[in-house]
């Protein structure tokens, strides 16, 4: 048996472009594809307590190939000098069903959750953002303020964080992604009053962080804004409070999905606030049978799924 073909980070972003791994999530579910045919995430907790982590696996197939990506959430990597998610993805020949390509698999993830992210924003967010907050530091809240400069040109960044340097870290390496316009970036931390004040005139919020309770009060968020909240894949942590999602238009990936992970949108849906009726899907959205809202915020609850990243790998591939 011929041995699968192994593709690195570096490979995945010379394949793949964040603009373009946008435009293929967009275009699988235009074209058709329903995203509750996805298998459930296997997931299996590792150690005890608040530093266990966590074990998935993540199946699935589409009507061209078929894949399964294999990942561990540590959250005390990032002391380490490692990212929290560590993950490879296996590609599978579509007619052999034999393992073809190995890939990076934290390489893929890093690139189609904001991929993901920037579907709902380009949909969602209004036409002209100036002023952007990215709430945490890490991978994600670089990847996804390249995802969005590819839609949007914002006049400013501010990145909030814990620790001062990292947000002031991530927020230079925003900085130097804006090469076609001039923008200003600057790192806050979470208990900076500036950080109210930042959310309050912001067109788009993107929280990713590895937060259980809410990071932004329920009345910061503008009328007509976005909010991305892709922190959590759990049903008892949440990014949001359930006063922000009860009075937002919320789009969540997949119902079903939703119902078992997004614990944003579980909460506030117990807590009253929120009713199951009024959730839509991002397929909606893509289709034009719902649009932003300009008297609301607007809401976009990601918990990230299999068929996802089986796009972008398959794209690796090619």
Known sequence: MQQPRWVD??????????????????RELADGFDPATDPPRLAATIGEGDGSGQLLVMPSATRTGAGVKVLSVAPGNPERGLDRIQAVYVLLDPDTL??????????????RTPAVSAVAMDALAPDEVGSVVVV???PQA?????????????????????RADAARATAQRISGLASSHRMATRGLTVDDPAFETAVRDAQV???????AT???????????????????????????????????????EDLQTAHREAGDVIL?????????????????????????????????????MAWQDLVIAEHVRS
Do not use: M, Y
């Open 9 to 26: 980070a570096a490979g995945v972003r010379h394949a793949v472009s964040p603009d373009r791994a946008r435009r293929l999530i967009r």
């Open 98 to 111: 034999a393992p073809s390509v190995l890939v990076d698999g934290t390489a893929i993830t890093s690139l």
């Open 136 to 138: 945490g530091s890490g």
């Open 142 to 162: 670089l990847g996804h303020a390249e995802a969005l400069l590819a839609i949007r040109q914002p006049t400013s960044v501010t990145v909030v964080g814990r």
């Open 205 to 211: 919020v993107v929280t990713a962080t590895s937060a």
């Open 214 to 252: 809410p990071v932004i009060d329920d009345d910061w968020v503008a009328d007509g804004a976005c909010v991305v909240a892709i922190g959590s894949h759990e049903p008892h942590r949440r990014e949001l409070g359930s006063g922000l999602l009860g009075r937002s238009l919320v789009v969540v």
């Open 268 to 304: 506030a849906a117990a807590q009253g606030p929120l009713a199951w009726d009024d959730v839509h899907t991002l397929a909606e959205v893509v289709l034009g049978s719902v649009t932003r809202a300009t008297d609301r915020p607007n809401v976009f609850k990601s918990v990230g």
